[in-house]
């Protein structure tokens, strides 16, 4: 019996008074150690189907599950967020106003309650992702890729079980890509993350153990593959 | 990183924006702060002024609003005098004079040889023989306004007066006086043979049932008269009362243009915030804790308005001390206890203004939040 992470179970997400259906009746489960791509052309639903996995969004029918259970209110799905799982953007999403030592430490708020702990957590992680000499910049001051390392790290904060990435080569050139994506697969190996990957890019899909294929809402194939 | 940072910084990133909001807010609290120090200046001016002057009970027209606008004759007074229990009256006229170079004097007229007299306390010169006329003493705080001094005179309605003491009074009114004798003030005023108010002395003034068994029967005696306890005068007086309506109401609404624009500030901040704050609510961050952080800017914004406010809250009543209007009468400290309500204010009010824009933080679609390039 595998050890089922994140179960989603029929699930419907209509836009526009019904009019856009984004995802169609959609079930599918992600074990714990999963590495997953997720793939399908622009607008198939993979973006929205990442949301609705961590309750960003809601879906119209069906049901999301974690570990075994449904989260039902927004406040379990934030302790969800911040404890259990982490979110990495295509477009970074920092805070600019914050170095990238604060910006670790966000998340950290209410999880660690001393500032010294988060200062000292955030270092290490910073460090694990390459960053340890630019602790003190400002998002603004950094490249693309350490951006996304920053991000990276961030999404580690609280040592999630899931990690969640929604094309996060995508804004970045192909030496940083493959960067991003090695320090991605070694946090899957050393932590035992499970991994989910939006990408479009074929060469990325191709070394995760499982691939997705969304098309219109719907699973048009779910392959797995020998790491 | 403190929590405190992060707010910090988001109102650091627009410091002109932060800075025109706090003087926004530091204005409406320097407002609040230089109305109720009128207000509370002349309420104390007052007080102070017939309590040094050991008045126990004020007898006043039944009628009239104001203390110095009614006219008694002078010789009720002896009637007064007679009821027992009453130790000493005095007879005092009071008119607002315009004088030279448009400053405005309170001028007091008391008869010589009376009781009014003896407790001033003299900074140089003497107080009026009995029967003595056409002089006048000056309180030390008129005597630069009035450009005068020992020895010279001031004038009165184009009537000369030789200035012949200069003395101190506690109470910012008092001490602001210009006094006459008697019957100066009353041919100046063509109100001969009459008094607007006479200051009792009572036998037993720390005796409060006493003192109110005296008013009761002063009061059955004169129904024609009304009878205020020093203490009293500011909330009997008609004009202290409407002064503190008004600054009471300027104040109310200086607090409320003061929200007005520390609501508007951190509504422009949270509509453009849209993104970050949906990257807080995908970091895990507990609706409670956005609000606490938009909340913590407004209550940041008003503390640091709220200090510069009573800075400028000072120096508008010092600049306001100056006007030869209300030269003497204004007192220009403002006590802690007031300072810390209005800073309490301040915040109080800042962090009800920041509820609305944390409100709208949390109702946010966080995912199109997080679309929105
Ligand atoms: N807020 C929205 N309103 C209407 N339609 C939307 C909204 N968000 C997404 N969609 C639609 O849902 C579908 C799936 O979008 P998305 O999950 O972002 O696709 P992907 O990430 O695979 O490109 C698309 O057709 C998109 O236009
Ligand atoms: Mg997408």
Redesign the interface.
Known sequence: MPDVLVAVRNVSRAYSDGSVTALDNLSLTLERGDYLALTGPSGSGKSTLLHLICGLDQPSRGEIQFEGRHPGSAHEWSRLRSRRIGLIFQSFNLLPTLTALENVEVPMFGVLPRSPDRARHATALLDRVGLAQRLHHRPGQLSGGERQRLAIARALANSPDLLLADEPTGNLDSKNSRDILALLEELHHERGVTLVIVTHDPEIAGRTRRILRLLDGRIQSDTRQEA | ???I??AA??L??RPLRSSLTALGVAMAVGCVLAMTGISRSLDHGWVNTFMARGTHLLAVRKDSAEMFTGAIREDVGDQLAAVEGVRSVSGELMELESMADDTTMLAGGWKTGGRLWTSLQLNEGRIPAEGERGVALVGEAAVDSLKTGLGRTVKIQDKPFAVIGIFKQSGSMGNSMLLLPLADLQDVMGMQGRVAIFNLQVDNPGDSARVADIRARLKTRFPELAFWETKDISEKSEVLRLLRAISWGVSTMAAIIGCLVLLNTLLMSVAERT??IG?????????R?ILGLIVLEGFLLSAAGGLLGIALGFAGLRGMSFNPNLVGFLDTSIPLPVMLQTLGLALGLGALASLYPAWRALRLN??EA??Y?
């Open positions: 990183m403190h929590f940072t992060i910084q988001n650091h990133r993104r970050e990257v807080l609510s995908a970091l895990g961050w507990s609706p804790r966080v995912v997080l679309r390039e």
